[in-house]
């Protein structure tokens, strides 16, 4: 099935939080949620050089991922993507990253009344990013669609 | 010297298995990765697993695998536990639900949870 299928789309850009599976070098698997935004043709999946995740990819550019919607009980609210990603780290690229995640995440409704709510917290946020930072450059999983498929309800258990 | 941490004890997430908002696990198969969607179940503290019949590819016996349990959509909100372990057969637990699984048990090896909302300074041990 066609990742840019009107069907998958809807759930990708209504899905909040992206979970990818990844395998290391020496094939034992992780997942980890991540923040993402789709550009056409890819998914983009915010993290920093030294997690899991990128290193992962970096090893094994296999992935799967899948999107759920949110609150959301109908039988098309899953998606399971698999393809194959890279690791990006160009400056160009985490700019428009980070211009998709901050519509997407922080400039809604919902966005600015979170972070108004833990101003307090913004401090240790700002700190936890910069550490972050300190251990590896931020970077973007850019994932090439191969195959997708709904999990209906038969498939979740 | 002191860092921030986003983690905290697995026991803190605890909630987080008995109301189960999102659940997966990944393993490792013949074309890759793969992440599925799973029931779980906590009963007398084991990770019990129900994967669909439906699904096209399982973990076999022994195997590793990361179940993983998150919740959340805004920063502070985020939460998970995050459980790498083995999985063996299980019988289905009394209180699973009535759908067509394979019920598998996780066998915790190494397990971590952290929660966004609990961002604080702690002294870097490292």
Redesign the interface.
Known sequence: MNVDDPAMLDVIRRC??A?????SRN???????LYFVYVPGHIWLGTVEWTLAARNVKA?P?????F?V?RDRSPRR?L?I?GRAIVRTDPKGQRSYNLRVARK?VLTP??IR??LA?LR?LR??R??AA?NVSMGQPCVIEVTPLHAEF?G????? | MKRVTRNIDPDCARDLLERVPRACIAFACDHGPQAQPIVLVWHDGRYLVGISQHADRKPGPSQEVVLLIDEGVHYFDLRALYIRGQVKQASAPPEAPAADCTWLEVVPLKTVAWDYGTLREVRDER
């Open positions: 909040m939080v979970r990818i599976a990844t395998l094939g034992r698997p992780s997942i980890n949620p094994d296999r992935v799967s991922v899948l759920e949110e899953i399971r698999s995440y919902g966005g979170h972070y833990h917290q240790l946020r700190h936890y550490q999990l309800d038969e498939q979740l258990g």
